[in-house]
Nanobody, 116 residues
Framework: EERLVESGGGWVQPGGSLMLSCLGSGFTFNKHWMFWVRQAPGKGLERVSTIDPDGEYKVSVDSVEDRFDISRDNSKNMIYLSMRNLKPEDSGMYYC?????????RGQGTQVTVSS
């Protein structure tokens, strides 16, 4: 059974940092592109970052490109999202997904709240 479990969210003040983690199981981890997708309250899903199976190609949406870094450790079946200089507009539920839209094949999510 395919499974993704996110962790690492929480509350942080503006300008702070968080590291999100995602453990995958039930599929051949190192053969899949992986994505972090977020959803702010009352808004749609937004793909934040993308990484290829080898971890060599990475891309993030313009609004986070200089603040977020996606990475992976295929030996541990882990995906990470390092976030720094967080802003209130970064708040939302963050999902690790196998689906670039984030609508399916995702974990339960981890909540990120950025406020003072």
């Amino acid at each position: 059974e395919e499974r993704l479990v996110e962790s690492g969210g929480g509350w942080v003040q503006p300008g702070g940092s968080l590291m999100l983690s995602c453990l995958g199981s039930g599929f051949t981890f190192n053969k899949h592109w992986m994505f972090w997708v977020r959803q702010a309250p009352g808004k749609g899903l937004e793909r934040v970052s993308t990484i290829d199976p080898d971890g060599e190609y990475k891309v993030s949406v313009d609004s986070v490109e200089d603040r977020f870094d996606i990475s992976r450790d295929n030996s541990k079946n882990m995906i990470y999202l390092s976030m720094r200089n967080l802003k209130p507009e970064d708040s939302g539920m963050y999902y690790c997904t196998l689906d670039p839209t984030g609508a399916t094949r995702r974990g339960q999510g981890t909540q990120v709240t950025v406020s003072s």
